[in-house]
């Protein structure tokens, strides 16, 4: 039986879009799908000052396919030498949605990031007073602390701190992937939200490791145990109000996926949506996929939601998608979520 469902058209609240010509092979991939999306700055350089942002939107603008009304979301690297005036002037633009904060060292292009926050103080104390929210890379770069725990150490030690220290700032935990991060957004305020990925809704860290190393499910932060895997997944389903997607779709060419010190990422952007639904259709929580998708983070960035509406269809028969999408930079891996999908995008 055919079976249809029709969204408001979805936003995605954490991409990276690259540049140059990574940049115009994957925008087509989001585009197609998506209305808006909230651009990651962790170029080579960063996206660092206000002029840095117009410069990428412009470039991101330049690489679009015609006929789409797609609007990227601007956000700004922060560092320790970001001006409060420089964001607050961004902010009043109407250009930048968001500052991102780093731990320096965390992840992919975060050498500019923060290694002491009390050099961002000035920052976060004007975001809470304009309202502009802070994304954060929730992990700790402390080298005893083991990989797999870097999230909720990061609660304890940064996060908790940070929001004690700047009553109102509206903050986004980003890609969150423990029952702790999920435990930690339901406890708190309307100020505090996060993001989940397509993949953490599929993997655990056995997807990575057992029966050969899987270069393509290596992502940051990383994979955790199932009993993570499926406190996101009933995070996601809930429909609740604090938590939407973020997709992190992170490209990088097979040969540096495909490598002795692979790179951190999975391209999710092609397919998220079809995965989306069928991983909402197995639990039961179809009806909720609208609020993660197309709702619940426009409401957080207090931002109409999406006009236009996308429609879905399940066929009785698994779904073909991609392997590659290849661009002027080289072959970049699609997402392959291990199980039959059954939804395909088609309108
Ligand atoms: O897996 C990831 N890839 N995690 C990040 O935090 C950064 C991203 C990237 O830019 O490649
Ligand atoms: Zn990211």
């Known amino acids: 039986m055919t079976q249809h469902l029709t969204l408001r058209r979805p936003d995605d609240m954490h991409l990276h879009l690259r540049d ?6 994957v925008l087509p991939e989001t585009t197609r799908h998506f209305a808006r999306a909230l651009v990651m700055p962790n170029l080579v350089p960063p996206v660092v000052t206000f002029a840095d942002a117009q410069a990428y939107h412009a470039r991101i603008l330049a690489a679009l396919p015609d006929g789409t009304d797609f609007q990227p979301l601007m956000t700004l690297y922060l560092t320790e030498a970001t001006s409060p005036d420089d964001v607050a002037a961004a902010a009043a633009a109407g250009l930048v949605k968001a500052v991102k904060l780093y731990p320096a060292g965390a992840t992919t292009n975060s050498a500019s990031g923060v290694k002491d926050f009390t050099k961002v103080q000035p920052v976060l104390e004007r ?14 770069t402390d080298p005893i602390v083991d990989i797999f725990d870097r999230e909720a150490v990061f609660i304890d030690r940064i996060l908790a701190p940070l929001r004690a220290r700047n ?16 435990a930690y957004v339901r406890a708190a305020g309307p100020d505090l939200a996060a993001t989940i990925t397509t993949h953490h809704l599929i993997l655990n860290r056995n997807h990575i490791l057992a029966g050969g190393i899987r270069p393509h499910y290596y992502c940051l932060p990383i994979a955790k145990r199932e009993k993570h895997r499926l406190a996101l997944r009933a995070a996601a389903t809930s429909g609740e109000a604090h938590f939407f997607l973020g997709t992190d779709s992170a490209p990088h060419v097979d040969a540096l996926k495909e490598h002795a010190c692979g790179c951190a990422g ?6 998220t949506m079809p995965l989306l639904a069928q991983i909402f259709e197995d639990d039961a929580a179809l009806p909720r996929l609208e609020a993660f998708t197309s709702l619940n983070g426009a409401g957080f960035y207090r931002l109409p939601a999406n006009q236009g509406t996308l429609t879905l269809t399940r066929h009785d028969t698994p779904q073909a998608f991609p392997a590659k999408i290849l661009t002027e930079a080289g072959p970049v891996t699609v997402f392959d979520p291990g199980f039959p999908v059954h939804w395909h995008v088609t309108s």
């Open 266 to 271: 999975c391209f999710t952007a092609t397919t």
């Open 167 to 182: 009553p109102g700032l509206r903050v986004v935990m980003e890609h969150i992937t423990t029952e702790e991060g999920v």
């Open 127 to 140: 975001m809470a007073q304009i309202g502009l929210p802070l994304c954060l890379h929730g992990e700790v």
């Open 20 to 25: 140059d010509a990574l940049l115009r092979g």
